[in-house]
């Protein structure tokens, strides 16, 4: 089929065509009808045969007429309104798989088996309505299917890095959220309470008092010890140290001997470990101190008898005074552990006290929930784990100074007992149907957000986000191909997790190396999911190539049909499609008329008499616009008028281009003529496709024929220029074989040919000019001009049979609209293949045009019936001899053929005579010099032979 896609704007207007001119140069040329006399080679050469344009109608020519004349009633197929709803509000009910039912098959089966990798791509083109059925029917499907089980996430006590995710019934989910944010909050009102009461404060204060009292009693038993070495235990305020000292030995820096108790125990309960440690080392140091003093001493003494005497009454003395003050500062040190072992036994009184009041305040609250959720095991070990936590915790949940147990801004519980639903679904409500519409790698698989406070980014548990995947979990999830592909990773993620039939989180950001920060690692969640691809089949094929492991996972097809066969049942369905639009989008009801235009242009899209269209977006643009003229005229139902403003409207709009190719037609720019005749030109019929704009125009095709040069080779000149196509060459050369099969067996072909479209600047594909080419081809071989008031198209196979092509009504109505615009004589018309009548759908003004006989189609099985028609003359009779006869179409061909290999045989004759006669010249030539060179030769040697009988006679007279 052809396409040739052009572009106005790029029009030469200096272009002309050589063949008119060609055509009556070959005019004033005669055939004589016999052969050239080949005894005199100086002769004037044979002409060519004159221009052949029959005055009468030939027999075959009229029969030919006859047969492939279409009718007007053939032209198009109208819709009969008394078998359609008076309007669309008595329409029958919509079937969701109008036209789809293979798809609709197809989609049963991969919803019927629940093995890996049974998912759907459907696939067909784009506005098919693919989503809106299939959306319709899961819908049905999933309304009596079981409601899937919620899920959330939950603090995991053990490892909080790794959320921990929950599995209840349906619409449980909010149901634990909010049990556990209500008991948060009654849980930290209750627990205030008990930690202010009188009755707390009554048993701490007695544990503090016992503890103080057991303290106090131990100082006085230990001072009462130390009064025995007259030793006074005083608190040495420099350094927080409480020490024995002597009475008399107080400086001004210590306290008083008389040492408050509990202020004794105050500062040894602040004395550190270190402090211990140091005091103890003190202990030993100053001992060994002293015994190094007393040695020095002594030795001192041994060697200085004379000049220091030492009293050693009052050394024995200050002796015994250390040895004891080092013993009861051993006996405070011992003390002091005592004392803190004493003050950790009341923090543990303290700790346990805070416990038991903790479990008491908090088991009423927590026991409701333990038999809300006894059926569901997990649940009521996380709620004992919740219980236990919180009695641990309960001093940081009273003070509220710890950012785990502080409730964020928006929240309503802390992180560490927030329940994160991740999904949730009301009890019977069915399966779940979603079509994600930005299928990101974030959006299909969930994610995990992060803040970022004083520059240290932070997340937990309540921050998880769920994905499409979460969201479709137990249903089905739509999704469009090429909207997936576009996404880096997305389509990585969904493989991944539809085969290994989970959903587990991870950062896109730690997958690219574009963070170095550490998430969380939820636990992974099971999916039980049916997912249905929408793209095109030439993207699902894509897939196929490119992806090895694509069907594997998407083990169904699901075809979805872009036209329908028309039956007055498959009417009546997409008028109820119709009716439904209508409802949705509350517009004014269509009559009858409406409908029956709706349907007419439907089949017009579909290119078919027998079909319908079923793309959903052409029919509720139609019915939006033309309900807007319906509004616009005043009226409250839509008619047949109201649908042909609409169609016109749309014309209008994309119209752009034709609209400047009719320009230039009518300013000359564009050459194309409809009426006279021409030798090797036809008026193409070609389709222009830009964006989506398409309309049909002819095209100019012109042969040019170089006799005696070649051996029948014909040159495609857009296809040496790289604008023609593969499908394009292939019919030149199914058109050239066709020849050779035709003539080599009489003849040979001792020509060269070469064809072109002219005016054409842009690519052309496409095998429909086959026959354009065919008879522009023939007519320059035979020199017979062809009616430029019609114009053709078709493809045609080897045996000379035309074949259907495509865009036949746009082609159709490109000629009639150039005719119209130069005039219809009522001679014009189209030659179309036969197989193409049943897609007509013309237009109104084509079909009256038509019937009122000034317009015409013919619809052709062979090339010879469109050369008959073309150029008046019957194509391929043959005579007794089965040689075409010389009236033919073939026989001129045959004949010409034959004139130019008997003008070549003559011009070789007359070239062989003078090659010839040149040759003898040579010869003559060649011999005259040869007897020139031999005369001159005997001419020097008669010269030499002189002077030698002159010298001899000379030599005689000297010497007798």
């Known amino acids: 089929m052809t396409e040739l896609q052009k572009t106005p704007m790029n029009l030469d207007p200096t272009d002309t065509n050589p063949m008119v001119t060609a055509a009556k140069k070959s005019a004033e040329s005669k055939l004589s009808g016999t052969k050239l006399p080949k005894t005199n080679p100086a002769r004037k050469k044979p002409t060519d045969s004159t221009l052949d344009i029959p005055t009468t109608p030939h027999p075959v020519f009229i029969e030919v007429n006859k047969r492939c004349l279409l009718s007007a009633e053939q032209l198009k197929r109208y819709t009969d309104t008394n078998e359609l709803p008076t309007d669309t509000r008595t329409a029958p009910d919509l079937d969701v798989g109008f036209g789809q039912q293979r798809a609709l098959k197809a989609l049963h089966t991969a919803l019927d088996i629940h093995a890996s990798g049974y998912h759907v791509f459907a696939a067909g083109e784009n506005g098919l309505g693919k989503r809106t059925v299939i959306s319709r029917l899961l819908q049905r499907i999933a309304a009596d299917a079981p409601t899937p089980d919620d899920w959330v996430y939950v603090y995991n006590f053990t490892d909080p890095r790794t959320p921990q995710a929950l599995r209840l019934p349906s619409g449980q989910a909010t149901i634990l959220q909010q049990q556990v944010n209500q008991l948060w ?14 009755q707390y404060q009554s048993k701490i204060e007695a544990i503090k008092n016992d503890t103080h009292q057991k303290e106090s009693q131990a100082y006085d038993a230990l001072n009462t010890e130390g009064k025995q070495y007259d030793l006074a235990l005083t608190f040495r305020s420099f350094d927080n140290k409480a020490v024995f000292v002597h009475p008399s030995k107080l400086s001004a820096e210590e306290n008083s001997p008389v040492i408050n108790n509990r202020q004794t125990a105050s500062s040894q309960k602040n004395q550190t470990a270190t402090e211990k440690t140091e005091q103890s080392l003190e202990g030993h140091l100053n001992h060994s101190t002293l015994e190094h003093s007393t040695l020095k001493h002594s030795n001192d003494k041994s060697d200085d008898n004379h000049n220091n ?6 050394y024995e003395a200050e002796l015994n005074n250390f040895a004891q003050k080092n013993h009861m500062q051993k006996r405070l040190s011992q003390l002091t552990i005592a004392l803190e072992q004493l003050e950790d036994e009341a923090n543990d009184a303290i700790e346990a006290l805070h416990r038991n009041i903790a479990r008491r305040a908090l088991q009423p609250l927590f026991a409701p929930i333990y038999e809300q959720f006894a059926a569901h095991p997990l649940v009521i070990d996380y709620l004992k784990t919740v219980f236990a936590d ?17 409730t964020a801004v928006l929240a309503t519980t802390p992180s560490r007992y927030a329940v994160n639903v991740i999904v949730s679904h ?3 409500s069915g399966a779940p149907v979603i079509f994600e519409d930005l299928p990101t790698h974030l959006n299909l698989l969930g994610h995990v957000e992060q803040i970022t406070q ?8 309540s921050m998880i986000r769920a994905g499409a995947l979460h969201r479709a979990n137990g249903g089905y999830l739509l999704l469009e191909a090429s909207h997936l592909l576009e996404h880096p990773y997305a389509w990585q993620g969904l493989k991944r997790a539809l085969q290994s039939r989970k959903i587990k989180l991870s950062s896109l950001e730690q997958m690219l190396t574009l963070t170095g920060s550490l998430s969380l690692a939820p636990a992974p969640i099971d999916l039980d999911i049916k997912v249905i691809l929408l793209g095109e089949a030439d993207l699902y094929y894509e897939l196929l190539e490119l992806e090895p492991e694509f069907d594997a996972v998407f083990k169904v097809r699901a075809d979805f049909h872009d036209d329908v066969t028309r039956s007055p049942e498959h009417e009546l369905a997409l008028v109820a499609k119709m009716a439904d639009i209508i409802d949705y989008a509350n517009l ?3 009559d009858s008329s409406a409908q029956a235009a709706l349907l007419e242009h439907l089949s017009l899209q579909a290119e078919d008499q027998d079909r319908l269209s079923l793309h959903s977006d052409l029919l509720i643009k139609l019915l939006h616009e033309s309900n807007r003229h319906a509004r616009l005229s005043g009226q409250n139902i839509v ?15 994309s119209g752009y281009l034709r609209d400047l190719y009719w320009d230039e037609l009518k300013n000359g720019q564009q050459l194309i003529q409809t009426q006279g005749d021409a030798v090797g030109q036809v008026n193409a019929l070609t389709v222009v496709s830009y964006a989506d704009s398409e309309f049909g125009m002819p095209a100019r095709l012109t042969a040019v024929i170089q006799p005696n040069i070649g051996a029948g080779e014909i040159l495609d000149i857009e296809r040496d220029v790289d604008l023609g196509g593969s499908l394009h060459a292939k019919g030149m050369l199914i058109m050239t074989s066709y020849l050779r099969a035709l003539f080599s067996q009489h003849h040979a072909l001792n020509f060269s040919a070469s064809l072109a479209f002219e005016q054409s600047y842009a690519h052309i594909d496409g095998d429909s000019a086959t026959v354009s080419e065919g008879c522009a081809l023939l007519s320059a071989l035979a020199n017979v001009p062809i009616n430029q008031s019609f114009a053709i198209t078709g493809s045609m196979n080897q045996l000379g049979e035309v074949q259907a092509v495509g865009g036949i009504n746009s082609k159709i109505a490109g000629f009639f609209d150039a005719c119209r615009e130069q005039e219809l004589t009522g001679q014009q018309g189209v030659v179309i293949p036969m197989a193409n009548v049943k897609q007509l759908m013309l237009r109104d003004d084509i079909i009256a045009a038509v019937q009122a006989e000034q317009f015409h189609i013919y619809g052709v099985h062979t090339l010879s019936e469109a050369l008959t028609l073309m150029t008046g003359l019957p194509v391929d009779t043959m005579n007794k001899k089965s040689r075409y006869r010389k009236e033919t179409l073939f026989g001129k061909v045959l004949s010409r053929l034959m004139l130019w290999d008997e003008n070549q045989s003559a ?12 040759a003898k010249k040579k010869r003559q030539a060649k011999r005259q010099k040869k007897q020139d060179k031999q005369k001159k030769l005997k001419k020097e040697k008669d010269k030499l032979d002189t002077n030698s009988d002159a010298n001899l006679d000379i030599n005689t007279e000297e010497h007798p």
């Open 454 to 461: 004083l520059g240290t980014v932070t997340t937990d548990v």
């Open 185 to 198: 909050q009654q849980a930290k009102k209750r627990l205030s309470q008990r930690f202010r009461s009188d």
């Open 309 to 314: 005497e030492y009293d050693k009454s009052e």
């Open 426 to 428: 009301a009890s019977d």
């Open 390 to 406: 919180m009695v641990t915790h309960v001093e940081r949940i009273v003070n509220g100074d710890d950012e785990e147990f502080v």
């Open 588 to 590: 004014y009801p269509f």
């Open 907 to 918: 011009d070789d004759e007359v070239d062989n005579k003078k090659s010839k006669k040149k």
């Open 639 to 653: 008619s047949a008028i109201h649908v042909t403003y609409a169609i016109d409207d749309m014309d209008e709009r």
